[in-house]
């Protein structure tokens, strides 16, 4: 079973529309980190908020995170055509390894 | 300048054959990761090094090997295919920061075993 989640499969906006994805995790963090994948391409990291932080900004982005839920959740707002990707959370259970959720694809459209 | 790269891009293999899928870094990390991806069920771990002469088995490493020669090159070896490793594979190399792994990805190689 993953230790980190997506709760949705697909999303689809349009563009200039703000947008959130949510990840449930399972076990206790030190940090979770938000990775967005375009088509033909590697996932790229977004951001890492780590497990004493509530809330990371990264342009754009806003990620928050509340340990007590044990949850996450990546905000884009004014998003763009180019923001059309797979968005994945990633937890460590332990220094070295990291555990992908299975990803929500989002689609925005003109 | 791409900083980690996969080899080759695209592979066909026979049932029963074997596969080296290969990964050059020049980020000088530590930590390597060979993920497979297939759709509805995200990046599965396969296995990681935490540098040379090291590997560790990840979440799905049954009829897989890995590799781990130097710093820089890192390689995942099928040594008998199956139709059932057909998938997307991606490395990656991991900057350790503090507690955390910030991961940096190669494009990818498409598996076709047949």
């Known amino acids: 079973s993953q230790l980190a989640e997506e709760n949705l499969w697909a999303l689809s906006v349009h563009e200039g529309e703000s947008v959130t994805v949510n990840c449930s995790y399972k076990t206790s963090i030190t940090a979770l980190q938000w990775y967005r994948q375009k088509s033909g391409e590697g996932p790229a990291q977004l951001i890492l908020?780590?497990?004493?932080?509530r809330e990371k900004r990264n342009g754009r982005l806003r990620a928050t995170l509340d340990t007590s839920s044990q949850s996450s959740s990546l905000s884009i707002t004014a998003t763009r055509c180019e923001d059309t990707a797979v968005y994945f959370c990633?937890?460590?259970?332990?220094?070295?390894?990291?555990?992908f959720g299975t990803g929500t694809r989002l689609q925005v459209s003109p | 300048e791409a900083a980690v790269t996969q080899s080759p891009r695209n592979k066909v293999a026979v049932t029963g054959g074997k596969v080296t899928l290969s990964c050059n870094q020049t980020?000088?990390?530590?930590?390597m990761y060979w993920y497979r991806q297939d759709t509805g069920h995200g990046l599965r771990l396969i296995h990681y090094s935490y540098g040379a002469g090291s590997t560790e088995k990840g979440d799905i490493p049954d009829g897989y090997k890995a590799s781990r020669p130097s710093q820089e090159n890192f390689s995942l070896i099928l040594e008998l295919a199956t139709p059932s490793q057909t998938s997307v594979y991606f490395c990656?190399?991991?900057?350790?920061?503090?507690?955390?792994?910030?991961?940096?990805f190669g494009a990818g190689t498409r598996l076709s075993v047949l």
């Open positions: 980020n000088n990390h530590n930590n």
């Open positions: 990656a190399s991991g900057d350790r920061l503090g507690d955390q792994n910030t991961l940096y």
């Open positions: 908020i780590r497990s004493n932080e």
């Open positions: 990633a937890t460590s259970p332990n220094t070295d390894k990291v555990v």
